[in-house]
């Protein structure tokens, strides 16, 4: 028998998190989605409207979404899946990050990244991503919603 951790929540470990990020118009009413698997079995969701973004500013809006969460949370060993392959060469290193607009946000990611420990990128196709897509979606309908 194993006694409760007197400091809080015990660490959990691992996780898996998809995430996707989305804009209509690019720019336009943008968000992100994160739906997040913990070691447990027990499923997160995350999602958020960023009122005017692009496409890919949502996408990295929803990585450091998942590696914050994962932060704060004790995890360790965190999965990203991602149906854009751009974020997925980029936080791999096999793409160099040139638009200007992405770079804090990269810089932010990595520094993230490095809090969590292990962390690992995968590019998936949008067919397995989802339950990420659905909550961008549904953060993209909020964003439009607050524009109108």
């Known amino acids: 028998m194993s006694q409760p951790s007197l400091f809080g929540p015990a660490s959990s470990g691992s996780a898996t998190a998809n995430v996707d990020g989305g804009s209509r118009g690019n720019p336009g009413p943008a968000g992100y989605g994160v739906h997040i698997q913990q070691d447990d079995g027990t499923i997160v969701e995350l999602k958020e409207a960023l009122g005017i973004a692009t496409n890919n500013v949502a996408e990295y809006n929803g990585l450091l979404a998942a590696l914050r969460w994962a932060a704060e949370h004790g995890v360790k060993t965190l999965h990203i899946r991602s149906d854009s392959e751009l974020l997925v060469k980029q936080m791999k290193g096999v793409y160099r990050v040139k638009n200007p607009g992405l770079q804090p946000l990269y810089e932010e990611a990595r520094a993230l990244a490095r809090r969590v420990g292990r ?15 659905r909550l961008a979606n549904e953060a993209m309908d909020d964003a439009a919603a607050s524009k109108a």
Not at 119 to 133: I, L, P
């Open 119 to 133: 962390v690992t990128f995968e590019h998936v196709r949008r067919e397995f991503n989802k339950d990420a897509d």
